[in-house]
């Protein structure tokens, strides 16, 4: 009996630890949730619940992945060439690179806006910026391709940006580095940046149906480094916020000399009052150059246009436009919150985080609580007149907020690699939860919208170390999901990114899935070199260049045999795509072009150039694998001696004797 | 003495069932996740009607003779989206030639399959014959219901309906 029980008590003991270790979290010591893996898995053939859209940070590009799963599903290419997809290599796309600079295949896509209506993401697009050769660029969610860039004048380093107003009427870019305006005025001493630099901050309007942008007007300021802004919303609806740093208004060793300063600003811009002025006719025009690149979806292809003027107003010549709030140093991030009540600054050398109210300010500004000096033309308000208060000892270095929608705010610290939650009202920190390493963007779904979807988080951080499989000295940003519907935030998941992203935006997929383009419509198809189907397929010379009307489908080229290229022709393949299936894009590569190749989709022309620089026989082929007999979808290509006497011919199918 | 060693023996039960509860439990998200993968059923081969095809056309009243406008249309769609694989003539290209087609089909079984190949080519007995030689499914071509029929009227024209 004794030894029954003894048995019992030891093979309970064994069970019991056995189960408790299989509850265990595992891993490199985080504190993940023993049922992570299933919170973020999104089992086979299901779709995720959040579009994710992600900054590719120096890429150039936009990534697209699904949340909760991390996958990702697309990279945008925006302001960086993507020979993978053809852009930037094909005629087509071409000019959607032109900028007063000629053609630039490379740009550092920073933020991500999505376009807002009533201050809610409204599917339609997103806004990005490029912060090198200041640009702003709009992606169509129907087709999740770039579909506008235009280029911001008197702006060098388009930081501050694309953040929107409340319904998307304007899209912000304003200047990291202050510059002085373009022109030839421009050739002055560095050391002359307290009276030749500016500030611009651009008004970039957005058409409400069509999405076309417009540079309204821009403000001119004094020479400050705006960092990031946010547009008022709710009851601040018509009021703009941008964190300015570098009020020390240095130009050399900025990292020790634009950080002498107790306080930089916040500036607090009235735009409605100032598109009223605007509208006055109270603007001043200024002689510029800058490029507006657009993609027409009937023509496939897209059109560069320079354009030489824009409308500045000087906020310093007017008393109600622009006013400055003191923030402790350099501040980073500048977020309202979903009621449009607080301003929350983030001094990225700052221990605490100062919130602003929207209603003092407004008072302040009514009993013109000002400092007795004003900064450049513009009122200072006073510090303590426009607090709300004051989060103290939130962690180092923070950047940036977001919201969810229980009143509750989400900072980053990127010195302290956490991520901190916090009540506004309170000024109370809640949770915090490391991050590995050292978050910089942070993200909640629907975040920066009036009403958060919260649930989920994403850090964006800049430094990976050990988190994946090491892959020599470069390593993939990694992102990291946490689960925010508790009081405590949970990690679920790691996944790895494209470039450095900066930012982000989750809309719920029902908002965009149904909306998306399958095809295009080849009887939509207004492409001037287009073959309407192969009876319409064929060569044609003008003196040296040759066009090529060459049609795909499953799985031939038609024409498959061209014979009479010669050497010194331009050669001019459009290739259009006859099929009308979803996910039935055609590739085309031919040997020796100096080129990418290109990518078709079903009712789509592409055109790609090529100039042969031998004599021989070409192979051309389909890149992209389309059916059981993608392997045969190839063809060649003579090319001839200058003056040869071989008569061009093409032919799909037969095999004509050569006209030698 | 007896009675409470009974006792503790049901003690230490318990204890050994709950800890296997929750192993159990601790395994549970793996099973529930195989589970979940959806279960795809195939249709019954007596489901579908090799005279109709699959798609949303029942019956095609196409009268005796040819509506040579409409044919006209139909050749015009033809030529866009069709005879990149399809001769007119019997001859076989990527599919097989149109000439006689509307003589061998019914003509909602030509309409649905043209409408809604993928479906069919799943079931039809002879339509996976064709995709055993030709190795190239066709593709949607994303037809309108119009369109469709245009093309069947063309179709009518090729087979000497007049």
Same mark, same amino acid.
């Given at each position: 009996?004794?030894?029954?029980?003894?048995?019992?008590?030891?093979?309970?003991?064994?069970?019991?630890?056995?189960?408790?270790?299989?509850c265990?979290?595992?891993?490199?010591?985080?504190?993940?949730?023993?049922?992570?893996?299933?919170?973020?898995?999104?089992p086979p053939?299901q779709?995720d619940?959040?579009?994710?859209?992600?900054?590719?940070?120096?890429?150039?590009?936009?990534?697209?992945?699904?949340?909760?799963?991390?996958?990702?599903?697309?990279?945008?290419?925006?302001f960086s060439?993507?020979?993978?997809?053809g852009?930037?290599?094909?005629?087509e796309?071409?000019?959607m690179?032109?900028t007063?600079?000629g053609?630039?295949?490379?740009?550092?896509?920073?933020?991500?806006e999505?376009s807002?209506?009533?201050?809610?993401?409204?599917?339609?697009?997103?806004f990005?910026?490029?912060?090198?050769?200041?640009?702003?660029?709009?992606?169509?969610?129907?087709?999740?391709?770039?579909?506008?860039?235009?280029?911001?004048?008197?702006?060098?380093g388009?930081?501050?940006?694309?953040f929107?107003?409340?319904?998307?009427?304007?899209?912000?870019?304003?200047?990291r580095?202050?510059?002085?305006p373009?022109?030839?005025?421009?050739?002055v001493?560095?050391?002359?940046?307290?009276e030749?630099?500016k500030?611009?901050?651009?008004?970039?309007?957005?058409?409400?149906?069509?999405?076309?942008f417009?540079?309204?007007?821009?403000?001119?300021?004094?020479?400050?480094?705006?960092d990031?802004s946010?547009?008022?919303?709710?009851?601040?609806?018509g009021?703009?916020f941008?964190?300015c740093?570098?009020s020390?208004?240095?130009?050399?060793?900025?990292?020790?000399?634009?950080?002498?300063?107790?306080?930089?600003?916040?500036?607090?811009?009235?735009?409605?009052?100032?598109?009223?002025?605007?509208?006055a006719?109270?603007?001043?025009?200024?002689?510029?150059r800058y490029?507006h690149?657009?993609?027409?979806?009937?023509?496939?292809?897209a059109t560069?246009?320079?354009k030489?003027?824009?409308?500045?107003?000087?906020v310093?010549?007017?008393e109600?436009?622009?006013?400055?709030?003191?923030?402790p140093k350099?501040?980073?991030?500048?977020?309202?919150?979903?009621?449009?009540?607080?301003?929350i600054?983030?001094?990225k050398?700052?221990a605490?985080?100062?919130?602003?109210?929207?209603?003092?300010?407004q008072?302040?500004?009514?009993?013109?609580?000002?400092?007795?000096e004003?900064?450049?033309?513009?009122?200072?308000?006073?510090y303590?007149s426009?607090?709300?208060g004051?989060v103290?000892k939130?962690?180092?270095?923070?950047?940036h907020?977001?919201?969810?929608?229980?009143?509750?705010?989400?900072?980053?610290?990127?010195?302290?690699?956490?991520?901190?939650?916090?009540?506004?009202?309170?000024?109370?920190?809640?949770?915090r939860?490391?991050t590995?390493?050292?978050?910089g963007?942070?993200?909640v779904?629907?975040?920066?919208?009036?009403?958060?979807?919260?649930?989920?988080?994403?850090?964006?951080?800049k430094?990976?170390?050990?988190r994946?499989?090491?892959?020599?000295?470069?390593?993939?940003?990694?992102?990291?999901?946490?689960d925010?519907?508790?009081?405590?935030?949970?990690?679920?998941?790691?996944?790895p990114?494209?470039?450095?992203?900066?930012?982000?935006?989750?809309?719920?997929a029902?908002?965009?899935?149904?909306?998306?383009?399958?095809?295009?419509?080849?009887?939509?198809n207004?492409?001037?070199y287009?073959?309407?189907?192969?009876?319409?397929?064929?060569?044609?010379?003008?003196?040296?260049?040759?066009?090529?009307y060459?049609?795909?489908?499953?799985?031939?080229f038609?024409?498959?045999?061209i014979?009479?290229?010669q050497?010194?022709?331009?050669?001019?393949?459009?290739?259009?795509?006859i099929?009308?299936?979803w996910?039935?894009?055609?590739?085309?590569?031919?040997?020796?072009?100096g080129?990418?190749?290109?990518?078709?989709?079903?009712?789509?022309?592409?055109?790609?150039?090529?100039?042969?620089?031998?004599?021989?026989?070409?192979?051309?082929?389909?890149?992209?694998?389309?059916?059981?007999?993608?392997q045969?979808m190839?063809?060649y290509?003579?090319?001839?001696?200058?003056?040869?006497n071989?008569?061009?011919?093409?032919s799909t199918?037969v095999?004509?004797?050569?006209?030698? | 003495?007896?009675?409470?060693?009974?006792?503790n023996?049901?003690?230490l039960?318990l204890?050994?069932m709950?800890?296997?509860?929750?192993?159990?439990?601790?395994?549970?998200?793996? /099973?529930? %996740?195989d589970?979940?993968?959806?279960? @795809?059923?195939?249709?019954?081969?007596? #489901?579908?009607? =090799?005279k109709?095809?699959?798609?949303?056309?029942?019956?095609?009243?196409?009268?005796n003779?040819?509506?040579?406008?409409?044919?006209q249309?139909g050749?015009?769609i033809?030529?866009?989206?069709?005879?990149?694989?399809?001769?007119?003539?019997?001859?076989?290209?990527?599919g097989p030639?149109w000439s006689?087609?509307?003589?061998?089909? /019914?003509? %909602?079984?030509?309409?649905?399959?043209? @409408?809604?190949?993928?479906?069919?080519? #799943?079931?039809d =007995?002879?339509?996976?014959?064709?995709?055993?030689?030709?190795?190239v499914r066709?593709?949607?071509?994303?037809?309108?219901?119009?369109?469709?029929?245009?093309?069947?009227?063309f179709?009518?024209?090729?087979?000497?309906?007049?």
């Amino acid at each position: 009996m004794k030894r029954r029980k003894h048995l019992l008590w030891l093979l309970a003991a064994m069970v019991v630890s056995i189960s408790f270790s299989a509850c265990k979290p595992r891993g490199a010591g985080s504190a993940v949730t023993g049922n992570a893996a299933a919170r973020t898995y999104v089992p086979p053939g299901q779709y995720d619940e959040f579009y994710n859209f992600v900054s590719g940070g120096f890429s150039g590009q936009m990534s697209v992945y699904g949340l909760p799963s991390g996958r990702l599903f697309r990279v945008i290419p925006v302001f960086s060439v993507d020979p993978e997809k053809g852009w930037g290599f094909s005629e087509e796309t071409k000019p959607m690179l032109e900028t007063s600079h000629g053609f630039i295949p490379w740009d550092d896509l920073h933020h991500i806006e999505a376009s807002f209506t009533d201050g809610m993401p409204d599917g339609k697009w997103m806004f990005a910026n490029s912060n090198n050769t200041p640009r702003l660029a709009r992606i169509d969610l129907a087709t999740h391709r770039t579909a506008e860039i235009i280029e911001i004048p008197n702006t060098g380093g388009n930081h501050c940006s694309p953040f929107t107003t409340e319904n998307s009427e304007y899209v912000i870019a304003a200047t990291r580095f202050s510059v002085p305006p373009d022109g030839p005025g421009g050739d002055v001493p560095i050391s002359s940046y307290k009276e030749n630099f500016k500030g611009h901050i651009s008004f970039v309007r957005v058409d409400k149906e069509t999405g076309e942008f417009d540079i309204a007007f821009q403000l001119k300021t004094p020479g400050l480094n705006f960092d990031l802004s946010s547009a008022g919303k709710g009851k601040s609806n018509g009021w703009l916020f941008l964190s300015c740093y570098n009020s020390e208004q240095a130009h050399t060793l900025l990292e020790v000399s634009a950080s002498q300063n107790d306080k930089d600003f916040i500036l607090a811009i009235n735009w409605k009052k100032a598109e009223e002025y605007f509208k006055a006719g109270r603007g001043t025009k200024q002689a510029v150059r800058y490029a507006h690149n657009k993609y027409n979806e009937e023509t496939h292809s897209a059109t560069s246009e320079i354009k030489t003027e824009v409308t500045v107003l000087d906020v310093a010549d007017f008393e109600d436009l622009a006013y400055l709030i003191p923030c402790p140093k350099s501040p980073h991030g500048t977020d309202v919150n979903p009621t449009g009540e607080y301003i929350i600054g983030s001094g990225k050398l700052a221990a605490l985080i100062p919130v602003f109210s929207f209603d003092k300010l407004q008072n302040a500004i009514a009993n013109k609580d000002f400092e007795a000096e004003q900064y450049g033309g513009i009122p200072v308000v006073k510090y303590e007149s426009a607090l709300h208060g004051e989060v103290e000892k939130p962690g180092l270095g923070p950047l940036h907020t977001e919201f969810d929608d229980k009143g509750n705010a989400y900072t980053s610290f990127f010195v302290s690699s956490e991520i901190v939650k916090w009540n506004i009202e309170k000024l109370e920190v809640i949770d915090r939860q490391p991050t590995y390493y050292s978050v910089g963007h942070l993200m909640v779904a629907g975040g920066n919208s009036k009403k958060p979807y919260g649930k989920y988080l994403v850090a964006y951080n800049k430094i990976t170390k050990d988190r994946f499989l090491p892959t020599g000295p470069e390593l993939c940003h990694a992102a990291q999901l946490f689960d925010i519907s508790g009081e405590k935030m949970e990690l679920l998941l790691d996944f790895p990114t494209i470039g450095e992203p900066h930012y982000a935006q989750a809309v719920p997929a029902d908002l965009i899935k149904d909306r998306s383009v399958k095809i295009y419509d080849i009887n939509a198809n207004k492409h001037p070199y287009i073959a309407k189907g192969e009876s319409e397929a064929r060569v044609e010379r003008n003196g040296n260049t040759v066009h090529v009307y060459l049609t795909t489908i499953r799985s031939h080229f038609t024409p498959d045999n061209i014979e009479g290229i010669q050497l010194g022709d331009e050669v001019y393949f459009h290739v259009t795509n006859i099929e009308q299936d979803w996910d039935m894009p055609h590739g085309f590569a031919i040997k020796g072009a100096g080129n990418s190749e290109l990518l078709v989709m079903p009712g789509e022309t592409q055109t790609l150039k090529w100039v042969p620089d031998r004599t021989g026989i070409f192979p051309m082929y389909c890149t992209d694998f389309c059916s059981a007999l993608h392997q045969e979808m190839s063809g060649y290509v003579r090319v001839s001696p200058k003056g040869s006497n071989v008569q061009l011919a093409f032919s799909t199918g037969v095999n004509p004797s050569a006209g030698e | 003495m007896a009675n409470k060693t009974q006792l503790n023996e049901k003690k230490l039960m318990l204890l050994l069932m709950l800890g296997i509860v929750i192993y159990a439990c601790s395994q549970g998200g793996k /099973q529930s %996740a195989d589970s979940q993968s959806a279960q @795809t059923t195939a249709a019954q081969p007596s #489901d579908y009607d =090799p005279k109709r095809g699959l798609g949303k056309f029942d019956k095609v009243d196409v009268g005796n003779t040819l509506d040579a406008a409409l044919a006209q249309e139909g050749k015009l769609i033809a030529d866009v989206k069709c005879a990149s694989c399809h001769k007119y003539t019997s001859e076989r290209l990527v599919g097989p030639g149109w000439s006689g087609v509307t003589k061998k089909h /019914q003509p %909602a079984w030509i309409m649905n399959f043209i @409408t809604n190949p993928d479906p069919m080519i #799943d079931k039809d =007995p002879e339509l996976q014959a064709q995709l055993e030689i030709c190795l190239v499914r066709m593709p949607n071509q994303n037809l309108s219901d119009e369109d469709a029929r245009k093309i069947l009227e063309f179709m009518r024209e090729n087979d000497g309906v007049n």
